[in-house]
């Protein structure tokens, strides 16, 4: 069985463009949610993906977006690249219903210039 | 307004010793709970949960204990190991419209000297 992976490890961006960044879930979890985490801080949520559909958001403005696909791999997408959008992106995995417990991924660390 | 608190940014343990890590949360809706434990440059990786409708849950060295009323959750390692030095987050569940998502702590740093 394989764990959470995710893809790039690293990535340098300049502020204003676009990025995405790619997550693949634990075999048999149908839900992918994703998180930002900045330096010295928790992990803050993004939103969760269940079965290829958006069913819950934190509190991010609306150039952070994403996708699940059939297979349950998802995509973060972030436009419009801001400073403060440098941190590590975390994906996490679940079965979803009654057992909670979510899987992370390594992560994908974002540096903006 | 943070609804997961973790007060102790960090902890020193001499090995052998016992750990205490603490958390305390705001909403009461909060109804399943969980420890994560990290290393630099790693994911998250999960310790042990506890439901809302237990007061203890138990696995190996690890002990997370849940007082509702006080809305305040620890969890214990017995005995401390230099290998459980890292960045331990309490979470909890809560629900985001129909998303049951993960709310965290800032964490607590563990450093077990040998």
């Known amino acids: 069985e394989t764990g959470v992976t995710q893809s790039p490890t690293h990535l340098i961006k300049t502020r204003g463009q676009q990025v995405t960044l790619r997550c693949s879930s634990q075999?048999?979890?149908?839900?992918v949610s994703w998180y930002q985490q900045a330096l010295g801080q928790g992990p803050q949520f993004i939103f969760q993906?269940?079965?290829?559909?958006?069913?819950g958001r934190g509190n991010f403005p609306p150039r952070f977006s994403g996708l699940q696909f059939p297979n349950y791999s998802s995509e973060l997408n972030v436009n419009a690249l801001e400073l403060d959008d440098s941190a590590l992106y975390l994906c996490?995995?679940?079965?979803?219903?009654?057992?909670?417990?979510?899987?992370f991924g390594p992560g994908t660390r974002l540096l903006v210039l | 307004d943070q609804q997961v608190k973790q007060n102790s940014p960090s902890l020193s343990v001499q090995e052998g010793r016992i750990s205490i890590l603490n958390c305390d949360y705001t909403?009461?809706?909060?109804?399943?709970f969980l420890w994560y434990k990290k290393y630099p440059a790693e994911g998250p990786t999960f310790l042990i949960s506890?439901?809302?409708?237990?007061d203890k849950n138990e696995d190996g060295r690890f002990t997370v204990f849940l007082n509702k009323s006080a809305k305040h959750l620890s969890l214990h390692i017995v005995p401390s190991q230099p290998g459980d030095s890292a960045v331990y987050f309490c979470?909890?569940?809560?629900?985001?419209?129909?998303?049951?998502?993960?709310?965290f702590g800032s964490g607590t740093q563990l450093t077990v000297l040998p």
């Open positions: 075999s048999g979890h149908n839900t």
């Open positions: 979470a909890a569940i809560g629900n985001s419209g129909s998303a049951r998502q993960l709310t």
């Open positions: 909403n009461s809706m909060f109804d399943y």
């Open positions: 996490a995995s679940s079965i979803g219903g009654v057992r909670e417990t979510q899987y």
């Open positions: 506890i439901s809302s409708i237990k």
């Open positions: 993906y269940y079965r290829e559909e958006e069913n």
